[in-house]
């Protein structure tokens, strides 16, 4: 059944995965069980290069991470010919006199690799306390790294220096297509005053954005800020009940407004005021944006049948292309290239469809499926699946032309090179 989409959307973290609430792990006995699906394509082409992943130091890790959405690895181009890769390893921790033990401290590996002959430039051990996302790619070959309540600067030999200090832990960290600008949001205590050395929350940034959320701790704030990149100038503060997604580019930002029905309306809020609408889309879900370029984005929508649909829009409202998706594939994440030309859209493939009345468990998780598509046309460039899944990401990189793709599968990297994607449609005048 096809999806009536009369324009654009937004939504909120929590709703776009409601499975995760749903999801039950076993008892520690209960192993998860890699399901063969005979007609899945494993890939639909040849890598052009393998790295093994052994000879980097990378072992997978236990199947009882499953379903907990932990970051285990991430993987990045630094440039069209060096990848970064991180992943956790195990090893001794130092525990603190008291008997404080945090739980959630991790040694993680990194590498520089360059392809395609997977030489290592450049390797080095961190140690991180949480298992959120930690790795954000920059220009230049740089890249931030988050630790608790700090983004620290790293480069190609990866050397850390701190950069931005947050007054509590950082829940969310994303840039936008041009990695010009920054959304944070942090979970700080109410009435907690700011040390100098915490990122300020000017009055004269202060806004308010929409979150379809209910408080659920009066006692700490989720702080949301938009930053610039290059001089960590605050340009938005926003206090939201709750960890939000926020799409947005260089110019201002996207906001859902329920309406009717099904209807959600959108607008653009433009950093230096004003608002336009977007338009408006059909879908009995919160609906999902994710900017590709400055001026096209993608939103994942539910149809009344109850499958989702992926679509991609321009700015100024125009549908570009349409694609079903199956009921059956759960925790969608979005990668996109610098050069907005291709995007990488990574789903986990479980055995039914999820709700309510049809939880899930590890054993009805069969495979990570990738697909990469030009962002013009929608057309498939490349489907491939990666192994070991990681319900997280961050197993799965895209170079900043578009036209080469890393996919941690088999027990290697594999690199796959890829024609020249066809340019973006220009803007309307």
């Known amino acids: 059944m096809s999806c009536r989409v009369r324009s654009v959307m937004l939504h909120r973290t929590a709703a776009v995965l409601p499975v995760a609430a749903m999801l039950v792990l076993g008892a520690a006995a209960a192993r998860h069980k890699q399901v063969e699906d005979p007609l899945a394509p494993q890939s639909s082409q040849q890598p052009s290069y ?35 890769f991180t992943f956790r390893v195990p090893g001794l921790f130092h525990r603190d006199p008291s008997g404080t033990a945090d739980e959630m401290e991790r040694h993680v590996r990194a590498v520089v690799v360059h392809v395609p002959d997977g030489a290592v430039q450049a390797e080095a051990l961190w140690t991180l306390h949480d298992y959120g996302r930690y790795v954000f790619i920059l220009e230049g070959g740089k890249f931030a790294l988050r630790d608790r309540d700090t983004l620290s600067l790293g480069d190609d030999s990866l050397a850390l220096t701190p950069w931005l200090h947050f007054p509590g832990p ?14 944070t949001e942090s979970t700080e205590a109410s009435a907690s005053h700011a040390k100098s050395s915490d990122i300020p929350s000017p009055s004269t940034a202060q806004a308010s954005i929409n979150a379809d959320v209910s408080p659920t701790n009066q006692k700490q704030d989720t702080v949301l800020r938009i930053l610039r990149s290059s001089s960590g100038q605050v340009m938005l503060v926003s206090h939201v009940h709750a960890a939000v997604h926020v799409p947005f580019n260089g ?16 607008q653009f809020d433009p950093f230096t005021g004003g608002a336009t609408r977007a338009g408006l889309v059909d879908s009995v879900c919160a609906p999902r944006l994710d900017f590709i370029s400055p001026k096209e984005y993608a939103a994942t929508v539910c149809s009344s049948s109850g499958g989702p649909w992926f679509v ?19 925790w969608p994440l979005l990668l996109v290239s610098k050069s907005g030309t291709r995007l990488v859209r990574e789903t986990v493939q479980a055995t039914h469809a999820v709700n309510a009345t049809a939880p899930l468990s590890p054993d009805d998780l069969i495979r990570q499926n990738v697909t990469v598509m030009d962002a013009a046309t ?21 170079s900043p032309s578009g036209r080469r793709v890393a996919i941690l599968r088999d027990g290697g990297v ?9 340019p973006l449609p220009p803007s309307k005048p």
């Open 50 to 84: 393998t790295i093994s992943a052994a000879s980097l130091g990378f072992a997978p890790p236990g199947e009882i991470y499953l379903g907990a959405r932990y970051s285990l690895v991430s993987l990045d181009f630094l440039d069209e010919d060096r990848l970064l």
């Open 170 to 183: 950082l829940q969310y960290v994303e840039f936008d297509p041009s990695r010009q600008y920054l959304v």
């Open 251 to 266: 110019e201002g930002y996207l906001e859902t407004l329920r309406s009717r029905g099904i209807s959600w309306m959108i």
């Open 312 to 330: 991609a829009m321009t700015l100024d409202g125009r549908l570009l292309w349409q694609k079903p998706d199956s009921a059956t594939t759960i």
């Open 378 to 398: 929608g057309k498939e460039s490349l489907r491939a699946q990666a192994s070991p899944i990681y319900d997280a990401g961050g197993n799965v990189a895209i």
């Open 414 to 422: 594999q690199i796959f090179d890829l024609p020249e994607a066809p």
